[in-house]
């Protein structure tokens, strides 16, 4: 039984990272494919929304198809779907044939990543859930974190396009693997509610379009932007009214939230998308943009953060059954603070050595906290609706790290702005400072050389105060984050199944 457990393990994790890597792999390559297939580097950002959107708007659905189809056929179906679109991107020879190739990938990706963790769940025991969720989560977490540094190396090695040929070797291995391991489940008759469906959808993929595209397109100076948000919140107040008062099938039972430990759960899921993923994405463009390291060298600079979150999710779910999630959740947020902090003493005259112990701590703290974290959000749920508390809790992750992303890279902008309009106004031909700055270069101020160089200086330094005042601003998230961890309720269920728990 060990045997095959490990086997159906490996069957859908390859599933999983497939699909969380394509959200980031592709990401360095954008230049290359904005050159061959002739956009213009507005345009090509639509290759990441588009796979977003139509992951977010899908994922809802993953209890219903699942109930409709069974588990391991709609699995399969997700997989190969997944695997012949990633050759299609591959191949494509515009841009609109990518757009809708990669919002087709995304539409067959959608639900991989719930169903697999629905997977785990039911085919490991109760007191094993904790070893379950730490394979799970290495998937999810430190995929995307390894995913700029792949493309960056398959994108100068071979071709951008295969960071989307890389799937299909690990897509027929899933695929061949969960025909022959993954269990089945009954088949059971369910109504669909499309109204509801269609209003969430609406929400969603109004909301992802929004947060994607916001700082890019200056918010709601778009018009575009601005009906978009407009409809996704008619949209959102809608589905809840409708949901919660109407008379007919919902889409997903809103009642999982009753559940104590799946709320505050879900909730920190959410707040965890501004300090981990967004402040990835931070450390991604402080590394690149503001220390100017190439692709991959930055890539690689990143990775004690992939290795300690690797590293700690082994001995968190080796240990899962004997020490409180709790303890681990506080303990992550405890090295997240400190690793965040860390960074908020960055300058453009740091290191490369600087850098290790800030990314080894984030590293940890996303170990500790997102295994524990999606162990108690399913203590306490049956699972007779695993597939779908896994389908919203997946959505919600998704969800919290656009939301993430958008909120960190906004505040950074704008404090950058901010710094720059402030400093700007020291640069004039009255400045000692500037003159003694400029001195040595043997340019004066009145020189159009001299402007640039100061101009530039003064630039590199609202940058620097953009980026603190981000991790700052990660570093409070995580604060934040600590009484909504002592809202989570340790059950007698989670005390038995720790004490029932065997020494290794």
């Known amino acids: 039984m060990e045997a095959k457990r490990i086997l159906i393990s490996v069957a859908v994790m390859a599933a999983t990272i497939m699909q969380v890597l394509d959200t980031t792999i592709v990401n360095v390559a954008l230049p290359n494919m904005a050159g061959e297939l002739d956009a213009t580097p507005d345009n090509i950002s639509w290759v990441l929304t588009s796979y977003l959107i139509a992951s977010a708007i899908l994922m809802p659905l993953t209890g219903y198809l699942t109930d409709r189809m069974g588990l391991r056929r709609y699995l399969l179906i997700s997989i190969a779907g997944f695997v012949i679109t990633s050759a299609l ?107 509801g469906f269609s209003s969430l959808a609406i929400a969603i993929g109004a909301l992802q379009l929004v947060l994607d595209r916001g700082n890019q397109d200056d918010w709601f100076s778009s018009r575009m932007l601005t009906i978009a948000a407009i409809l996704g919140t008619l949209s959102i107040v809608f589905f809840f009214v409708y949901t919660l008062t109407g008379k007919h099938h919902p889409l997903f039972d809103l009642r999982i939230f009753k559940d104590r430990n799946f709320l505050f759960a879900s909730l920190i899921m959410t707040t965890i998308g501004i300090g981990f993923f967004g402040g990835m994405l931070l450390n991604s463009i402080f590394l690149q943009e503001f220390l100017n390291y190439p692709t991959f060298e930055a890539g690689l600079y990143m990775a004690p953060r992939g290795v300690a979150s690797f590293l700690v999710m082994i001995i968190v779910g080796k240990y899962s059954g004997k020490i409180s999630p709790r303890i681990f959740i ?143 601003f990660a570093t409070i998230n995580f604060i934040f984050m600590l009484p909504l961890l002592f809202l989570v309720k340790k059950t007698q269920a989670g005390i038995e199944r720790a004490m029932q728990a065997s020494p290794e």
């Not at 859930?129 to 995913?147: C, E, Q, T, Y």
């Not at 994108?155 to 890389?166: A, G, H, K, L, Q």
């Not at 080894?360 to 974290?373: C, D, E, N, T, W």
């Not at 950074?412 to 004039?428: D, I, M, P």
């Open 330 to 472: 506080f303990t992550g947020i405890v090295a997240s603070i400190f690793g965040n902090y860390l960074m908020t003493r960055f300058t453009g005259e740091i290191t490369a050595h600087d850098l290790i112990l800030p990314m080894m701590l984030q590293g940890l703290g996303m170990g500790l906290i997102f295994v524990p974290i999606s162990t108690l959000a399913f203590t306490t749920l049956p699972k007779t609706i695993a597939a779908e508390a896994a389908g919203i809790y997946s959505l919600i992750r998704a969800l919290g790290s656009a939301i993430g992303i958008s909120i960190l890279t906004t505040f950074y902008s704008r404090e950058a702005e901010k710094a720059w309009s402030q400093l700007r106004g020291n640069v004039n031909i009255y400045s000692d400072a500037l003159h003694a700055y400029l001195a040595p270069l043997h340019f004066g101020i009145e020189t159009h050389q001299g402007m640039a160089i100061a101009a530039n200086a003064v630039f590199h330094e609202a940058q620097n105060i953009g980026f603190i005042a981000g991790f700052w």
């Open 89 to 195: 991107c591959g191949m494509a020879e515009s841009l609109f044939q990518m757009v809708l190739f990669r919002f087709l990938q995304g539409l067959f990706g959608a639900s991989l990543v719930p169903l697999s963790q629905s997977v785990m769940l039911q085919v490991f025991p109760g007191e094993q859930r904790g070893k379950a969720m730490a394979i799970w989560s290495m998937g999810v977490m430190v995929a995307p974190i390894l995913g700029p540094t792949l493309g960056g190396w398959l994108t100068e090695s071979v071709s951008w396009r295969w960071n989307f040929y890389i799937n299909l070797p690990v897509g027929i291995l899933s695929f061949l693997l969960s025909i022959r391991h993954v269990p089945n489940t009954e088949i059971r008759e369910r109504r669909m509610d499309w109204l």
